[in-house]
């Protein structure tokens, strides 16, 4: 704009050496507007320079700003995706967490029961043995006399069938309960060699 009026200014004070010159001066006055034209002209190329790098410089920085807007919406795109990522991984994280609280919680549960189950058992083990020993000491059992007569009578015979002397004098307190009886009457000799003592 202020080169337009600049034109003009120069345009006016050609006109105005014209008319204070006269008619006599006609070939400074065609000088005068010459110079303005090609001061004009001069002033046009540099205003189109101008204008052009403007408009590159335009160009360029739509073409930088929609380059930064592509890498903006590509970081942005990625952030989203590493947030879902995140999401999942935290989500699985707590899962995770949930189910070792429970398995917690079930054990915390199952120990006391355990504990109970087992000390009634033991409880009733206990109980039980006792019952068996209490009536196996109060049963008569037919068979243990038998076997206790049948033993004693082959203790004290003067020729026991089942039983040899080396037998009898191994037997517990063998000595002590049969104190007067010869051990040539209990069915062996005198030659018989003897057991080493105990």
């Not at 707590?94 to 033991?122: C, F, K, Y």
């Not at 080396?166 to 037997?171: E, M």
């Amino acid at each position: 704009m202020r080169n337009i009026n600049d034109s003009w200014v120069m345009i006016f004070a050609a006109i105005l050496a014209i008319a204070i010159g006269g008619c006599n001066s006609d070939e400074r006055v065609a000088q005068v507007a010459t110079e303005a034209a090609n001061r004009q002209a001069q002033q046009n190329t540099e205003m189109a320079k101008v204008t052009n790098q403007v408009a590159e410089g335009s160009r360029e920085l739509v073409e930088a700003d929609s380059e930064a807007r592509r890498e903006i919406v590509k970081v942005h795109q990625e952030l989203q995706a590493e947030r879902s990522r995140l999401g999942e991984q935290w989500n699985q994280l707590e899962g995770e967490r949930q189910e070792i609280a429970q398995d917690r919680r079930t054990e915390s549960m199952l120990v006391p029961a355990i504990q109970a189950v087992g000390a009634i058992a033991v409880a009733i083990l206990a109980i039980g043995f006792c019952l068996s020993l209490l009536f196996g000491l109060r049963k008569n059992n037919e068979a243990d006399a038998i076997l206790g007569e049948l033993l004693i009578h082959e203790i004290i015979a003067e020729e026991p069938r089942l039983l040899t002397k080396q037998h009898i004098r191994a037997l517990p307190g063998s000595d002590d309960c049969c104190p007067g009886l010869d051990p040539p009457s209990l069915g062996g000799n005198r030659s018989d060699p003897e057991p080493p003592s105990q």
